[in-house]
Each structure stands twice: as C-alpha cells, then as structure tokens.
Nanobody, 124 residues
Framework: QVQLVESGGGLVQAGGSLRLSCAAS????????MGWFRQAPGKQREFVAA????????RSADSVKGRFTISRDNAKNTVYLQMNSLKPEDTAVYYC?????????????????WGQGTQVTVSS
C-alpha cells in the first residue's frame, strides 16, 4: 500500500501562485503514475494533471494548461503541482493520487490511492 500526504494549499489572491506537494510512502514511488485532481463545492472531482513514472510524460486539463505544471522527484518520493496565474475558479480541494496501471490516464477511476486533500482558495 502507498500513503499520500498533500501540503502547500492555502489562500491566495487572483494572479498569485502556490506549489502543492504530495509525499508518498509505503511503495516504490517510481513504479507509480501520479495525478492531481480537484473538487469544488457542489461539483464532481475533476482531473488537473498527471505525470508518468519517470516524469517523461505529462498531461494537463485544458483549463490549467499554460498555468499549472506537474513534476516529480523520485529521489524524494514527491510529486508537485506548481500553480501560477491562479483564478477564483481554481478554488477547490486538491487531491493527489497514485496509479499502478502502467498507462498514464486522466480517469480518476484508474487511480488506486488518494491523499486526504488540501484546500486551495483563490480570492478575487
């Protein structure tokens, strides 16, 4: 089993930046594809970004392309989400998730393990 702990959320003004971190333990991190998802009040959980085991392949939702960047450090067992030019509509609880399936996917149903989430609030 893998355990995931997110950090780095908070309150920021529109146009500002935050970097989320997700620390993994309990399983070889480099065997896991990793993803970030978010859920706003009253809305379904949605895909934000994903990164392959080696970090060589990434995917991002259209709504965050050019603003958010996913990266990972396998030596530190950590995945990051750098969020720039934040907008009020980015307000949500952000979750990181781990996927044992070898093909990188944006489908949340494929992800086996989830963190507890971290709140991101963007004020206008």
């Amino acid at each position: 089993q893998v355990q995931l702990v997110e950090s780095g959320g908070g309150l920021v003004q529109a146009g500002g930046s935050l970097r989320l971190s997700c620390a993994a333990s309990g399983r070889t991190f480099s065997n896991l594809n990793m993803g970030w998802f978010r859920q706003a009040p009253g809305k379904q959980r949605e895909f934000v970004a994903a990164i392959s085991r080696s970090g060589g392949s990434t995917r991002s939702a259209d709504s965050v392309k050019g603003r958010f960047t996913i990266s990972r450090d396998n030596a530190k067992n950590t995945v990051y989400l750098q969020m720039n030019s934040l907008k009020p509509e980015d307000t949500a609880v952000y979750y990181c998730a781990a996927d044992l399936f070898p093909v990188l996917t944006t489908n949340p149903s494929s992800y086996d393990t989830w963190g507890q989430g971290t709140q991101v609030t963007v004020s206008s």
